[in-house]
């Protein structure tokens, strides 16, 4: 890939947000980490000819991505709508008509807000939402969503590009944004302007961050689908060479919760109950109601042979720790799932197909998981050739938390 093809795809995969915002006190993440973007590249570049690209576990859609601005053709699979929304728009093709009806319909609509001319619309049912904004940062929120809303159809490509840019604003005008991003008024005529003129003018910046982007069209077609990882087999799919993909990790880190704040804002979620069902429903979620459903969980049988996995699940569930029968059955649920969607895999892959699962260890009450091994005794179990374990970087200051590139072929 040439150097400008190479800042083009980067654009897009910004199209978020372009900040880090995991502070710990609202729980914003990053969603497209700069390192995973440079690792699936990495992958993609061995790729000497043409070839399908699978990725089962979107997310902000990295691989996809990429496998466009390489020239190859993608398809990706996810259980959040929210995510499978994003990958739609970050993927897909816009014209400059389209680009240019955008920005005009951006005008129409930043004019109806604070115009008292609309409802605004509903603010996420987030428990103390005032930390995550104030007030004033609200009620532009409520007013811009409305607007956007009466100006361009959802379903329409100038309507995800406003929703795209309102996404972005919804975290630069956050608490958590507020510090870092500068809300500095460029002069005193401006600063009487006021507030709600700053917020605009945020909306108009991150709109133009999009709109950039979307002229960066990769030339490979990206299939986004709604579906579980687990029932691929049901997916009347062309085989695929290539698969490249960072599953979710067993460290209970629940994407229904981080991801909330976009969800609600979008009409993806109406209510706290619904996220704790969508959690239940990914692999690796643990949160809201997900959470006293793994309590009662059984599995109908134990997956994956592996007498250390035996031994490390035993000691977690020890009651000297409190959680650690939940913590067990957590981790046992986990790997049912992922051996359930390997099996599922082998059904639309290629013969000679290339597998890089990049995946991250976790540690329970001191106890190391090797998720890793794990990986690599399924494909073992189930018939996957040429696997390798290959350590990528450390994940944080704790120097067993490390990640991996699981890579695998299929004869
Ligand atoms: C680690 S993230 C993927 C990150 C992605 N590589 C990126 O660049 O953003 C894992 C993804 O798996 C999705 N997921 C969880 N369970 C799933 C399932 N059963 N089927 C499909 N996707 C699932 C989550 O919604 C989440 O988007």
Not at 233 to 242: A, C, H, M, N, V
Request: charged share 20%.
């Amino acid at each position: 890939m040439t150097q400008p093809a190479h800042d083009q795809l980067r654009q897009r995969a910004d199209y978020t947000h372009s900040y880090n915002l995991k502070t710990g006190r609202h729980g914003w993440l990053r969603l497209t980490p700069a390192y995973s973007l440079r690792l699936v590249e990495e992958i993609m570049k061995q790729a000497s000819s043409k070839v399908r690209v699978f990725d089962p576990f979107c997310g902000t859609a990295t691989t996809a991505l990429s496998a466009a601005y390489h020239g190859h053709d993608a398809a990706t699979t996810d259980i959040n709508p929210f995510l499978v929304w994003l990958a739609r728009a970050k993927t897909a093709r816009y014209s400059y008509a389209t680009v240019s009806r955008t920005r005009k319909a951006c005008e129409d609509a930043l004019a109806l807000v604070g115009a008292g001319e609309i409802d605004p619309a509903q603010v996420p049912p987030i428990h103390n939402i005032e930390r995550w904004w104030h007030a004033d940062a609200l009620a532009f929120l409520g007013d811009l969503r409305a607007a956007i809303e009466c100006t361009m159809p959802f379903q329409t490509q100038e309507g995800t590009l406003l929703c795209v840019a309102f996404c972005r604003t919804l975290i630069a005008c956050s608490n958590a944004a507020f510090n870092h991003q500068s809300m500095s008024f460029k002069n005193s005529s401006q600063l009487t302007l006021g507030i709600q003129y700053e917020f605009k003018e945020i909306f108009r910046d991150n709109l133009e961050f999009v709109l950039r982007g979307a002229l960066q069209n990769p030339t490979g077609e990206v299939e986004t689908i709604l579906h579980d990882a687990r029932l691929l087999s049901r997916l009347k799919l062309e085989p695929f060479g290539l698969v490249i993909t960072s599953p979710p990790y067993a460290n209970r880190m629940s994407y229904i919760r981080e991801l909330r704040p976009y969800m609600y804002w979008l009409g993806f979620l109406q209510k706290p109950q619904d996220a704790g069902e969508l959690d239940w429903l990914a692999i690796g979620g643990t949160w809201g109601i997900a959470t006293s459903r793994l309590n009662k969980w059984k599995p109908a049988r134990n997956r994956c042979n592996s007498e250390r996995l035996e031994r490390t699940l035993d000691s977690i569930s020890s009651p000297c720790n409190a959680n650690g029968k939940l913590l067990a059955n957590y981790i046992r649920k986990y790997v049912n799932d992922i051996y359930e969607h390997l099996a599922e895999l082998r059904t639309i892959l290629a013969s000679g197909a290339s597998i890089h699962y990049i995946v991250g260890n976790s540690t329970f009450y001191g106890e190391l998981l090797p998720v890793e091994l794990i990986y690599a005794q399924i494909l073992d179990e189930i018939g996957f050739n040429n696997i390798e374990v290959r350590p990528i970087r450390k994940r944080n200051s704790k120097k067993e938390l490390i990640e991996f590139d699981v890579s695998a072929s299929w004869l």
